[in-house]
Structures are given as structure tokens and as C-alpha cells.
């Protein structure tokens, strides 16, 4: 409980010290009735001690010192694999984390008492708990069904990438968020990786020249967390977004080539090529065959090269100053190179995309990544798949 002074102090502030009746008054080291440690099952879901009172006392503190604040949005996520887990941790930071679902009663135990919040095996029981915001982290065949719901019960949502598992069910999504004036991103998380988004302005500002060739590798060993999707879907989506964020223009043709080498279900390699519709060039090489992870990328521009290292956040800018024609008259002699290394700050790029989508939501303005850019996103990176398995060329213009 706040003492007398302290509330007198908020008083004085004009800030309401506003008391959870879930939420019992007892010492510090004591359980409460509720606890995700003694949580008990009922009506399809589990009730558990949330971390309201810690994210309201946080806020009312800071109103000591900054005077009155808006009260923190509230938020669930739907899905506690490795992602979701990772949605629910960051939001436990920025935002009211009220609740998870996932029928895996073991993982999402877990996460409850990990993040000591409530947790449901059913998300329609979460849905009726007023959220502002969810997470949608389920393997990528059950997108479109949850995301349905959840846009039906007038919540914004971030679904993970790819939005779905096809054209059809993902434009499915886009209609109906765009019908219920709910907010729609999707997680591709790499535009939020602070070395991209300086990257990207310095594109915008023209300060490399004009860019000809994008090249992107983004390479590891399996991750067995990846069950339904193959390597195209699964990394190549991340570079084919960066791509298409970059160079600004519609995919104009696709063509793949790769295969199956160890993986029986799905590809496990594929280089793709792309043609956008202003003329520039992008490879893809994505693979699930390399012993050690690597995510680079990088791009040749009439004044400069540029090499991203998505893990390193570091971009190096490269150029050279050309002297006289060699004596054949073939070739002009660089007389010097210049190697730059730009100061990129880093953050974490998944606390980037959730402070952006909850911002996004609450001024009612379009996230980073729309549900119209994953569509589309989406179009080339199943188009990949289509070459690759026909060996032809996909035309998208």
C-alpha cells in the first residue's frame, strides 16, 4: 500500500491513486491468492496474478517527478513459443501486459509465472480483458484464424511474419482490419533494426547515388522451432522486405532456384533474383545448411558501396576516387579507396517494432510495416517459391 505521504504528494499532482480490487494489499515475499504459483484451472483458463499494480506504481512514480501521465496501454499476446515469449517480455517494459494465451497448458504455465501475468487456453477469454493491443505469434497456419478474431473483437493487432500462409487468407486479414478501422502490422522485424534505418535515409537522401544491386545473405543452421514453413518463407520474407523497403518500387519478376538437401517437407535452400520495376536488382541467398548464422547485406550505388551486418548492427560505406584511363584506355586507375564506418546506436530492434506499433495505435496513424507491405512482401517471397519448384520465371507486372 502507498503511504499517507506519498499519496498526499500525488494528490497534490492531480494524479488518481487508483487501487486494483484483483489485486490484495499484502507484504512483500507473500503470495497471493492467484499467483501463477498456485494458479488454478477453471472455465477453460488459468487466473493468475498480473502485473498491473507494478506497471500502475511505476507510472505513479514517475508522476512524482513528471507530473500526471496516461495511463499504460494493455496488451496481450496470443502464442508463447520462442517469439511470443520474446513479445511478452518486451511488453512486460513499455506496456500493461495484462494476459497470454496458448493451449500448451506446460509453455504457457511458464510464461505466466515468468512474466506473472494471467494466462487463458482459450484467446477468446484474453479478447474480453479490454485490450489496446495483441501480439499474434501462433505457427504461421493458424494467422488468418486468429487474427480474424482477434480484429473481430476490435482489437489492433501485430501478427508475426509471414502474415499468412497464402494471397488469399492474407488478404483476407488486410480487408478485414482496413473494414473494422483496427490497426495492422506485421513483424518484419528487420525494418526496425536501427543499421537499416539509417541505411534507408541515407538511400531516401540520395547520399550513396543512385542504388543498382541489392545483395542479401541471410544463412544459419535449422532451427528446429520451424515446423510448417520453408527457408523462403521463413528468412527469405525478411530480405525480400528490407529489398523492396529499400529500393522503393514493385517487384516487376522473380526467379529461384534451390531445393531440398537434408529437409524432406520443405526447401532448405534458395537463391532468388528479382527485378524491380525502376531497374535495380536484388539476390537473395537464404539457406538452413550453414554451420554458423550470418545476416548481411549488402548495396552497390553509383557513389558508394554499403555493407549492412544485421546482427553487428554496423553498416561500412566504401568508395574510391578514380584517376586517368589505363594505358589501353579500358579502365579508369583508382587512385585511392575510403572506407567509413557509421555510427549506428544500438537497440533492439523487437522493442523498436512494438514501441512503434502500440504508438501507431494509439495516434491512429499507419505502422512501419502495414498489412498492405506484408501482402505484398508476401506475393514475391510465395513467387520465389513457385520458380524455385518450376524452374521459370514468376512475372509479377
Not at 535495380?280 to 548464422?293: A, I, Q, S, Y
Not at 537497440?347 to 498489412?371: I, N, Q
Request: glycine letters at 8%.
Amino acid at each position: 500500500m502507498l503511504g499517507l505521504v506519498v499519496e498526499l504528494e500525488l494528490a497534490f499532482l492531480g494524479v488518481e491513486v487508483v487501487r486494483d480490487p484483483l489485486v490484495p494489499d499484502h507484504p512483500t515475499g507473500s503470495t497471493a491468492i492467484g499467483t501463477p504459483d498456485n494458479a488454478t484451472e477453471g472455465t477453460g483458463e488459468y487466473e493468475a496474478f498480473d502485473n498491473a499494480s507494478r506497471v500502475r506504481h511505476a507510472f505513479i512514480s514517475r508522476a512524482l517527478f513528471r507530473g500526471p501521465v496516461a495511463a499504460p496501454m494493455r496488451v496481450g499476446v496470443i502464442g508463447v513459443g520462442s517469439m511470443g515469449q520474446n513479445h511478452a517480455r518486451v511488453y512486460s517494459e513499455i506496456a500493461d501486459l495484462v494476459g497470454i494465451a496458448d493451449p500448451d497448458v506446460k509453455a504457457g504455465g511458464a510464461a505466466s509465472n515468468r512474466f506473472n501475468v494471467s494466462y487463458y487456453t482459450d484467446s477468446a477469454h484474453l479478447l474480453k480483458e479490454d485490450l489496446d493491443a495483441v501480439s499474434v505469434c501462433v505457427p504461421t497456419e493458424h494467422h488468418t484464424t486468429v487474427a480474424l478474431a482477434v480484429i473481430k473483437a476490435g482489437v489492433s493487432l501485430l501478427v508475426e511474419k509471414p502474415l499468412a500462409a497464402n494471397i488469399a487468407d492474407a488478404s483476407r486479414v488486410v480487408d478485414a482490419a482496413e473494414r473494422a478501422g483496427v490497426t495492422l502490422s506485421v513483424g518484419h522485424i528487420e525494418r526496425h533494426n536501427p543499421a537499416i534505418a539509417a541505411v534507408k535515409r541515407h538511400v531516401q537522401e540520395g547520399q550513396y547515388g543512385d542504388l543498382v544491386t541489392a545483395t542479401a545473405r541471410r544463412v544459419s543452421s535449422f532451427p528446429g522451432r520451424v515446423r510448417n514453413i520453408g527457408v523462403v518463407m521463413d528468412l527469405g520474407v525478411h530480405e525480400i522486405d528490407i529489398l523492396r523497403y529499400l529500393v522503393g518500387a514493385p517487384v516487376e519478376s522473380v526467379f529461384a532456384l534451390g531445393g531440398r538437401k537434408v529437409h524432406s517437407a520443405f526447401e532448405d535452400h534458395a537463391n532468388i533474383l528479382l527485378r524491380f520495376q525502376n531497374g535495380v536488382h536484388g539476390f537473395v541467398e537464404v539457406n538452413w545448411l550453414t554451420p554458423m548464422k550470418v545476416r548481411k547485406l549488402a548495396l552497390t550505388c553509383l557513389k558508394n558501396f554499403v555493407e549492412v551486418d544485421y546482427t553487428e548492427q554496423s553498416v561500412t560505406v566504401s568508395s574510391s576516387t578514380l584517376g586517368p584511363l589505363d594505358p589501353f584506355n579500358l579502365y579508369q586507375i583508382p587512385l585511392e579507396h575510403h572506407t567509413q564506418q557509421i555510427h549506428v546506436r544500438k537497440e533492439e530492434p523487437l522493442r523498436r517494432e512494438l514501441e512503434d506499433f502500440l504508438d501507431a495505435v494509439k495516434k491512429k496513424r499507419p505502422p512501419l510495416v502495414t498489412g498492405g507491405d506484408a501482402l505484398e512482401t508476401l506475393r514475391v517471397a510465395i513467387a520465389a517459391t513457385d520458380s524455385q519448384r518450376t524452374g521459370k520465371l514468376v512475372q509479377l507486372l
